[in-house]
C-alpha cells in the first residue's frame, strides 16, 4: 500500500550503519512471520500425509472405492471414504442450494433495498450469525430443529420417494438426524460468508451502470438484473465457493446433528452417516495406536485437499482478494 | 367521450408511459423475495438466541454456576457450576492468542509494509487458503505434530496450538485492512523527518491503526471460542480444574457441551443449554468489548 519510500532516509553518516542494523532486524521479522503462514500450510499438507501413509499401504480394502472404515483390528485395517465423501458432499450441496439464493437475496437486500440508514445495523444482524458457536446451532439442530423437520420429510420421502434423493434412507426419518436436517443447519451456518462477499461485491457495481439502466426506464429489479447481478457474478460464485469449503469441513454441528448407520449410503437425503470431519472428531477419543489412528488422518488429508482446492477456486474466480 | 376535439388531445404521444402491468408485478414479486430473504436469515439468528437464553436461563441465574466447578455432582444430579470450563474456554483462546497476536501482526506488516513479489504473492494466498481449513484438519495437524511425531501428551496447550492456526488469518486480515487504512502522508511525514521505516511502522503506522487492531483481535478470540473440534482431538473432559496447561485433562464449555448432550438425564440437559448460554454471553461480551474498544480510541483521534 504505501509508495515504496527510499528505506534510507537522510541521516547521518556515523548512524547509518546502526540504523539499518535494526531495520533489517525488523524487516526479516516481519518476513519470517509471512513466511510462517506459508510454511504452516505446507507442514498441514506434510505431516498429515506423513502420519496417514502407513496405515494407506496397511489398508487392505481400496482407499477410494471401499464403503467400510473398519479400524478396530490394528493388523486388518479395512476403510475407504466413499461413504464420507458421499455424505460430505450431499450435505454441503444441499447447504449451498438453500443457502446461496437466499444470500443473494440477502446481499441485494442490504445494498440496494433496504432503507439506507438501516443497511448497517441489518448487515451486522446478518454476521451475527456467524458469531454463534456452531455447537450451539448443532444443539438447535438436533433437539429443536430435527424433530420439527419430520412431518417434512415423511411427506417428501411419501411424495416424491421414487426420485433417488428422496428414496428411504438408511436411518429412520423418525427424530430427523438425517442429511435433510445437517444441511439445512449448514445452510444457516454458511449464510453469513456468502452474504458478506456478494455484499461486498453488489456494493461495487459501478454507478455508471446503475444510473444507465434507470435512464432507460428499467424498473429496480431490472436495474438489478442487468448490472447489478452481472457484475457481482464473480463475488457471488466466490462467495459460494467458500460457503462450500466451510460446509464440508463443519465438524461438530453435523457429528450432533447426524444419526449414525452400520449401513453404506446411498445418495438419498434420509440418510445418516458421517462426513470426513465428524468421522474424525468421533473416533478422537480413540486415537492411541499409530495405524488406525492413521486411517483418520487419511481422511483428515483429503479434507484438506478438497477444502484448499475450494477454497484455491474461489481466490481464482473472484481474480484476486476477498474477505471473510 | 369519444368525440373530443383535436385541442383535447395532447399533440403527441406522451414522452414517459406508465410502466407496463407484466413489468410492474414482475418488479413487485422482486421485492417481495429479496425483502423476505432478509426475514429468512432473522429467523434462525432470532429462534437460536431466544431458545438458548429461554432454556438456559435458570443454569446461569444461580451463583453456583459461576464459582464451582463440576467436581463430584453425578450426571442425574442438578447443581454444581462451570467454573472449570469458563477458565478452560479462556485459558486456551488466551495461549492462543498470546502465540497468535505477534506472529499475525508481523505477518500482516510484511504484507502491508515490506512485502514485494511472490513470497507476497504466495503469503497472501496461503493465509486465505489457512481461513479457510477446516478446524478438524488443525486439530488433526496438530495431533499428527504435537503428539504423535513429538510424543506430546494431550493437553489444553495442544489445543491452543490449534487455535493459533485458526486465528491467525483472521489477526493477519483484520490488522492489514486497518494498516492498509492508514493513510500514506503519515508515513511521508515521518520518513521526511529522517526516521527509519521500521521506527515509523512501531511509532506510527501502528499506533494510528491499534483501535481497529484490537478490535480485530477480539474478534478473532471471539470466533476460536466456541471452537470445538480441537477439544475432541486435543485433549479430554474433566470435572474438576486443572491449571496445568501442558498435562492432564481440561474442560472448556463446548466440551462439557458435547460431554452433556450424552447424558440423557434431565440435569444434563440443564447444562447443556446453560453452558450454551454461558459461552454465548462470553462471545457477547467480546463483540461488545470489541465495539467499544472501536468507539473510544477513534474518538479521541
Not at chain 1, 483429503?302 to 482478494?321: D, E, I, M, Q, Y
Amino acid at each position: 500500500m504505501s509508495s515504496e519510500p527510499s528505506t534510507e532516509p537522510a541521516s547521518p553518516k556515523a548512524k547509518k550503519g546502526h540504523r539499518q542494523g535494526a531495520e533489517v532486524v525488523f524487516r526479516s521479522l516481519a518476513t519470517a512471520a509471512g513466511a510462517t503462514i506459508v510454511a504452516a500450510i505446507a507442514l498441514i499438507a506434510l505431516f498429515l500425509l506423513i502420519r496417514a501413509w502407513p496405515s494407506i499401504m496397511a489398508n487392505e480394502a481400496n482407499f477410494f472405492t471401499s464403503t467400510e472404515f473398519s479400524t478396530t483390528n490394528a493388523d486388518h485395517l479395512r476403510f475407504g471414504i466413499r461413504d464420507l465423501l458421499m455424505v460430505t458432499v450431499l450435505s454441503s450441496i444441499m447447504a449451498l442450494l438453500i443457502a446461496v439464493p437466499i444470500g443473494v437475496g440477502i446481499a441485494l437486500f442490504l445494498t440496494h433495498y433496504s432503507p439506507k440508514t438501516m443497511a448497517r445495523p441489518f448487515a451486522t444482524l446478518v454476521d451475527l450469525l456467524a458469531a454463534v458457536p456452531s455447537i450451539v446451532f448443532g444443539l438447535w439442530g438436533v433437539l429443536v430443529l430435527a424433530p420439527r423437520l419430520e412431518p417434512v420429510q415423511t411427506f417428501l420421502n411419501d411424495k416424491l420417494g421414487w426420485f433417488f434423493l428422496f428414496s428411504d434412507g438408511n436411518v429412520s426419518i423418525a427424530g430427523g438426524g438425517t442429511i435433510f436436517t445437517a444441511g439445512i443447519v449448514l445452510a444457516v451456518m454458511i449464510l453469513p460468508i456468502i452474504t458478506s462477499v456478494s455484499r461486498e461485491v453488489f456494493n461495487l457495481t459501478p454507478v455508471t451502470h446503475i444510473e444507465a439502466a434507470q435512464a432507460l426506464g428499467a424498473t429496480k429489479w431490472e436495474m438489478v438484473r442487468m448490472t447489478v447481478l452481472p457484475y457481482g457474478r464473480s463475488g457471488v460464485i466466490a462467495g459460494s465457493m467458500l460457503g462450500l469449503g466451510r460446509a464440508l469441513g463443519e465438524t461438530i454441528a453435523v457429528l450432533v446433528v447426524l444419526r449414525t448407520s452400520a449401513q453404506a449410503g446411498h445418495w438419498s437425503l434420509f440418510d445418516g452417516g458421517y462426513t470426513f470431519a465428524s468421522k474424525i472428531a468421533a473416533a478422537a477419543s480413540e486415537f492411541s495406536q499409530p495405524l488406525p489412528t492413521g486411517a483418520y488422518i487419511a481422511a483428515g488429508f483429503v479434507l484438506f485437499a478438497l477444502t484448499f482446492v475450494v477454497n484455491a477456486l474461489a481466490r481464482l474466480v473472484s481474480g484476486g482478494r476477498v474477505n471473510g | 367521450m369519444t368525440t373530443t376535439t383535436t385541442l383535447d388531445k395532447p399533440v403527441k404521444a406522451p414522452t414517459f408511459r406508465d410502466v407496463s402491468t407484466g413489468r410492474r408485478i414482475k418488479n413487485n414479486i422482486a421485492t417481495g423475495i429479496i425483502w423476505l430473504c432478509f426475514a429468512i436469515a432473522l429467523i434462525p439468528l432470532a429462534w437460536v438466541l431466544i431458545l438458548v437464553v429461554s432454556k438456559g436461563f435458570d443454569a446461569v441465574a444461580s451463583l453456583d454456576w459461576w464459582q464451582k466447578s463440576q467436581k463430584g455432582i453425578l450426571p442425574d444430579q442438578t447443581g454444581g457450576g462451570v467454573y472449570h470450563a469458563i477458565y478452560g474456554t479462556i485459558v486456551q483462546s488466551a495461549v492462543a492468542a498470546v502465540i497468535a497476536v505477534p506472529l499475525g501482526i508481523m505477518a500482516a506488516i510484511y504484507l502491508v509494509e515490506y512485502g514485494r513479489g511472490t513470497l507476497a504473492k504466495v503469503t497472501t494466498f496461503m493465509v486465505d487458503i489457512l481461513a479457510g481449513v477446516p478446524s478438524i484438519v488443525a486439530a488433526l495437524f496438530i495431533f499428527a505434530l504435537w503428539i504423535a511425531t513429538l510424543g506430546a501428551p494431550q493437553s489444553a496447550f495442544a489445543v491452543s496450538l490449534a487455535l493459533v492456526l485458526l486465528m491467525l488469518p483472521v489477526v493477519v486480515r483484520s490488522t492489514e485492512e486497518m494498516l492498509k487504512l492508514v493513510p500514506d502522508e503519515l508515513r511521508e511525514a515521518s520518513y521526511a523527518l529522517g526516521i527509519p521505516k521500521w521506527k515509523t511502522i512501531v511509532r506510527i503506522v501502528v499506533p494510528t491503526a491499534l483501535p481497529g487492531m484490537i478490535s480485530g483481535i477480539l474478534l478473532a478470540l471471539a470466533r476460536v471460542m466456541g471452537e470445538t473440534a480441537p477439544v475432541l482431538v486435543l485433549v479430554g473432559y474433566s470435572k474438576s480444574i486443572n491449571t496445568n496447561l501442558f498435562d492432564g485433562n481440561m474442560a472448556s464449555l463446548p466440551l462439557l457441551i458435547y460431554q452433556e448432550l450424552a447424558n440423557p438425564e434431565p440435569a444434563g440437559r440443564v447444562r447443556v443449554w446453560g453452558a450454551a448460554l454461558t459461552l454465548i454471553l462470553l462471545i457477547a461480551l467480546l463483540y461488545a468489548a470489541a465495539a467499544v474498544v472501536n468507539k473510544l480510541l477513534t474518538r479521541n483521534r
